[in-house]
């Protein structure tokens, strides 16, 4: 199984961007699909998250800024990041949490995309 994000780059403050992540391999289903960013030295921090029934929840700090939405056919993860801030400027990291079957077991693992980076300038 593979996480493939797309669509960091560079956005003055103030414009958006939308960053897509998706899932492919031998996949029997995924629950919670999430992004997270993390900035130099710092711990990774969660952004946004969806769960398999469109339940959302955000970061205090993108709260009305930025949307996570879901495309089930697909395997893929959204994120659209409007009025964008310096603040936000950071490695952009999806992950996901997908159910793995085999003949004899129905198991769930984590699994991360590679990051990619989201710069605002001022």
């Known amino acids: 199984v593979q996480l493939q994000a797309s669509g960091g780059g560079l956005v003055q403050a103030g414009g958006s961007l939308r960053l897509s992540c998706a899932a492919s391999g031998s996949i029997f289903s995924i629950d919670a699909m999430y992004w997270y960013r993390q900035y130099p030295g710092k711990q990774r921090e969660l952004v946004a998250k969806i769960t398999n029934d469109n339940s959302t929840t955000y970061a205090d700090s993108v709260k009305g800024r930025f949307t996570i939405s879901r495309d089930n056919p697909k395997n893929t993860v959204n994120l659209q990041m409007n009025s964008l801030k310096p603040d936000d400027t950071a490695v952009y990291l999806c992950?996901?949490?997908?159910?793995?079957?085999?003949?004899?077991?129905?198991?769930?693992?984590?699994?991360w995309g590679q990051g990619t980076l989201v710069t605002v300038s001022s």
């Open positions: 992950n996901a949490h997908i159910k793995i079957k085999s003949s004899d077991w129905l198991r769930t693992f984590s699994y």
